[in-house]
């Protein structure tokens, strides 16, 4: 039997606060260590106590759940007019099933941001977070952190983003300049600003670009 994925934004809740909880301590130190960009050991306890409240930020955030079990997060983070920051966290259990494809069509569907742009950060080695960001039509841009690959994406009307995501799915792995890749923007390589809600920490200067987006899919 198909489960039945229930997603619905956050709001300022005791609730949904115990619900993002329960969500980080299902989830492995190695995802957490890469959803954060962590050089070290993540405890799910400890990164929900130092990044609890970066979680739950977002314009929107989103949970995922299924039975009522939280199973994914989506932060979805403005911080200039038209631009933000995506960082997508996916229960272990419930990786490379669809949960992060699911969080972001909504946040497309919901029609609430075309012309934005959109950017995300992965680690080097995170082929799975890359393939997710590739299928939604994001396009690497320049990196200025070693082991780092940074994506942008500028979001089209939800009509022409379903035709971005087919033609990415179907061509991730061609580097030619195809449909998608014409749609997707680069980012301003001299962008400054905090990352706390995609990385967990501050960076500043033109090493400062946008969120980690986690292996789950």
């Given at each position: 039997?198909?489960?039945?994925?229930?997603?619905?934004?956050?709001?300022?809740?005791?609730?949904?606060?115990?619900?993002?909880?329960?969500?980080?301590?299902?989830?492995?130190?190695?995802?957490?260590?890469?959803?954060?960009?962590?050089?070290?050991?993540?405890?799910?306890?400890?990164?929900?106590?130092?990044?609890?409240?970066?979680?739950?930020?977002?314009?929107?955030?989103?949970?995922?759940?299924?039975?009522?079990?939280?199973?994914?997060?989506?932060?979805?983070?403005?911080?200039?007019?038209?631009?933000?920051?995506?960082?997508?966290?996916?229960?272990?259990?419930?990786?490379?099933?669809?949960?992060?494809?699911?969080?972001?069509?909504?946040?497309?569907?919901?029609?609430?941001?075309?012309?934005?742009?959109?950017?995300?950060?992965?680690?080097?080695?995170?082929?799975?977070a890359e393939a997710l960001l590739l299928r939604q039509g994001f396009r690497p841009v320049p990196s200025y952190e070693r082991g780092e690959r940074d994506f942008a994406l500028v979001v089209p009307d939800w009509a022409t983003m379903t035709d971005v995501m087919k033609e990415a799915a179907d061509d991730a792995d061609t580097p030619r300049a195809d449909g998608?890749?014409?749609?997707?923007?680069?980012?301003?390589?001299?962008?400054?600003?905090?990352?706390?809600?995609?990385?967990?920490?501050?960076?500043?200067?033109?090493?400062?670009?946008?969120?980690?987006?986690?292996?789950?899919?």
């Amino acid at each position: 039997m198909t489960a039945v994925i229930e997603i619905r934004e956050l709001g300022d809740h005791p609730a949904d606060r115990g619900r993002v909880a329960a969500l980080v301590a299902a989830c492995s130190p190695e995802s957490l260590r890469l959803r954060f960009l962590m050089g070290g050991p993540a405890v799910p306890a400890e990164v929900f106590r130092r990044y609890g409240r970066f979680l739950l930020a977002g314009t929107p955030a989103l949970l995922a759940s299924r039975d009522g079990v939280p199973v994914g997060l989506l932060n979805f983070v403005a911080e200039n007019p038209g631009e933000a920051e995506i960082g997508i966290l996916v229960a272990d259990p419930w990786q490379r099933q669809g949960i992060g494809s699911a969080l972001t069509r909504w946040l497309w569907a919901s029609g609430r941001w075309p012309g934005w742009t959109v950017r995300a950060t992965v680690r080097a080695d995170n082929a799975g977070a890359e393939a997710l960001l590739l299928r939604q039509g994001f396009r690497p841009v320049p990196s200025y952190e070693r082991g780092e690959r940074d994506f942008a994406l500028v979001v089209p009307d939800w009509a022409t983003m379903t035709d971005v995501m087919k033609e990415a799915a179907d061509d991730a792995d061609t580097p030619r300049a195809d449909g998608a890749e014409r749609r997707a923007a680069g980012a301003d390589p001299r962008r400054r600003g905090d990352r706390h809600a995609g990385r967990g920490r501050a960076r500043r200067g033109a090493a400062g670009l946008p969120a980690a987006l986690l292996p789950g899919r």
